[in-house]
């Protein structure tokens, strides 16, 4: 009967105690909590114990302090250069800004897209429209190597004008053998809001967003 209730409390006490994972590392507060419970239950003077091992135990918590308080210095500094970054990027609303991609940002029934061809090449736009359909289909014959702009009327295949917006537009560039040349493209947008989301920086323009990365220059 003892032995009954004996063992009904111990599978009590087991059931109620969350098991714990042995582990070879510790964090911080366990430091100083090992720390201080040795420093309380040690005497220093004491023949037994090693002055060398006082020091360095000391040393350790001084340089344990030091860099909670450079990472709260360093935290404190980063939450200041983000906002003042983030007040930087706030400017940019209202300004022309010309960001890597390609395509067409149709304006009032004109658009332009920036090409550099690493070398002279025959060159075609296919524009696409949100859905991913072929409007327009624009060859722009040879174009020479280096920078070229190429615009855009904003009227389909059938010469209807289209709405609006932004445009995709896929880029054909070859040479006289039909090998593809290679090129960069980018256009000019103006930007209507900034937005800070989850710790980055983002440009809305003509109903697209772009990363500040994507920036390549600040036009006006």
């Given amino acids: 009967m003892q032995t009954g209730m004996i063992s009904t409390a111990s599978a009590a006490t ?9 582990s070879n590392t510790i ?28 020091v360095q135990q000391m040393t350790s918590f001084s340089s344990l302090e030091q860099a909670q308080q450079s990472n709260t210095l360093l935290t404190g500094l980063q939450a200041q250069l983000s906002g003042l970054f983030q007040a ?16 067409f940002s149709l304006n009032s029934g004109s658009a332009s897209l920036n090409l550099n061809l690493g ?6 736009l296919a524009v696409k429209n949100a859905s991913g359909q ?37 880029v054909s560039a070859a040479d006289a053998n039909g090998t593809q040349v290679p090129y960069t493209s980018s256009l000019s947008v103006k930007v209507n809001s900034v937005s800070f989301l989850n710790g980055g920086i983002a440009l809305s323009a003509g109903g697209t967003t772009y990363a500040l990365s994507d920036v390549l220059k600040i036009v006006a």
């Fill in 134 to 170: 072929t409007v327009a289909m624009l060859p722009q014959g040879n174009l020479s190597a280096g920078a070229n702009t190429l615009t855009w009327n904003g009227k389909d295949a059938n010469g209807n004008q289209l709405p609006d917006g932004t445009y995709k537009v896929v």
């Fill in 27 to 54: 964090d911080k507060n366990g430091f100083l909590q090992l720390l201080v419970a040795q420093l309380k239950n040690q005497d220093p003077t004491s023949t037994s114990q090693d002055p060398n091992a006082m």
């Fill in 88 to 103: 930087q990027s706030a400017s940019l609303v209202g300004k022309t800004v010309e960001v890597s991609g390609s395509n």
């Fill in 14 to 22: 087991t059931s109620g105690t969350a098991a714990k994972t042995p």
């Fill in 119 to 124: 070398s002279s090449a025959n060159v075609t």
